[in-house]
């Protein structure tokens, strides 16, 4: 019963997903003819996109056939990779729109933050994972894991990507909580993540003018700041319950100027209704709700960790971006997964899929744990254990 209860959460995690890419596939085909730098090629970020689903579905389906312990053993190889890739896009990166975010190869670019959102998860689930007992403690429970993070947001920031940073950060709070660290440190934790956001956005005038114009949306100062966010709502509104029609959407042609990027769901809502973008948010739900019953009936600590990161960075990610575009938080410039243009994040998100697959596939397994001893059952052996 219990099994056949987490394959029903398998399917309807596919089957969510599946939703949310085609609802992104067919946004695409009607807002890229109009998007800017199109190349004239109405096609241009519709062929791009089907290009990166399918090297994205590729590395699902692989992820989802290869074990997933493997990566636990070899988080070392994955967080030095998304350093270097990291460091080599600060200083040879390409610069789009004032961010420093894309390393260019041939015709193609790849965004090495989305590389390493996933290194982050992967090293924080082995660190974990290894003692239970030490995320009670102060220095190996909350120091040394948050400055393993800090390391890589570090290099993210002066890419002039607090999106991601924050994200990030948000993320690793949710797995230190779920892995046992203590409430008061993470508290801690928030209060300095504030505090860095704020320095951050003083010392940099156009996140600051976001900010401003966040909060005083009416102040013809900001204008132009709160352009994208005011035609967002715009959309919304003309779409109401059933929308214009598909391809009838009037904000697409350069009144919202990322309509196939960080403002689709605003175009989905213009052109197919309120029902389509509650369609968003309820596969969003199902995504959350059936990857962290997956997760939880992992064999193995690593695998749990693993599974809600992957989970609450998707969530997450997905919350902050319906807020933006809802005017409900300042303007960060992150995709909407699965839907949004960008072929990295799609890549990435469909391979985090795939582990999930991965986890539930080893699931109900023989041996519980590569040694073929549960951690559990190890930690109960130990006539000692650290504390």
């Keep these: 019963m219990q099994k056949r209860f987490v394959v029903i959460n398998v399917f309807l995690l596919v089957f969510a997903v599946a939703a949310l890419l085609t609802i992104g596939i067919v946004m695409l085909t009607s807002t890229g003819a109009y998007a800017q730098d199109n190349r004239s090629d109405p096609n241009y970020y519709f062929s791009r996109q089907l290009m990166w689903l399918c090297i994205g579905a590729g590395a699902c389906v692989l992820a989802a056939l290869i074990d997933y312990r493997w990566m636990e053993k070899r988080w070392w190889i994955f967080y030095v990779l998304a350093a270097v890739l990291l460091a080599f896009c600060l200083l040879k990166g390409k610069r789009i729109n004032g961010s420093r975010r894309w390393i260019g190869i041939g015709g193609f670019t ?105 909060l005083h949306p009416d102040d013809p100062k900001y204008a132009k700041e709160v352009y994208q966010q005011a035609h967002g709502l715009i959309a919304f509104g003309s779409g109401g319950f059933s929308g214009l029609g598909l391809g009838n959407g009037r904000e697409k042609f350069s009144y919202l100027p990322y309509a196939h990027t960080d403002f689709i769901m605003p175009a989905a809502g213009e052109e197919m209704g309120l029902v389509c973008t509650l369609t968003i948010v309820l596969c969003f739900l199902i995504v959350l709700v059936s990857g962290t019953v997956i997760a939880m009936r992992a064999s193995d600590r690593f695998g749990r960790l693993l599974g809600v990161g992957i989970v609450m960075l998707i969530a997450l990610q997905a919350a902050m971006n319906i807020g933006v575009v809802t005017m409900c938080l300042p303007n960060k410039g992150l995709p909407l997964p699965f839907i949004s243009y960008g072929g990295s994040s799609l890549a990435f998100c469909l391979a985090s899929i795939g582990i999930l697959v991965s986890i539930y596939r080893r699931g109900f397994g023989e041996k519980p744990d590569p040694d073929g001893v549960s951690f559990e059952v190890r930690l109960r052996k130990r006539k000692t254990p650290r504390i």
């Design 110 to 214: 790849l965004q090495p933050s989305e590389f390493a959102k996933l290194a982050v998860l992967i090293t924080l689930a082995w660190w974990y994972s290894r003692e239970k007992m030490q995320a009670r403690e102060f220095l190996r429970g909350f120091v040394y894991p948050l400055g393993i993070v800090l390391v890589l947001v570090a290099l993210i920031v002066p890419e002039v990507d607090l999106g991601t940073s924050t994200l990030l950060l948000c993320t690793t709070m949710v797995l230190m909580f779920v892995a046992g660290a203590r409430v008061p440190y993470l508290g801690l934790c928030a209060g300095a993540l504030i505090g860095a956001l704020a320095l951050a956005i003083r010392l940099m005038p156009q996140r600051l003018d976001r900010l401003m114009a966040f």
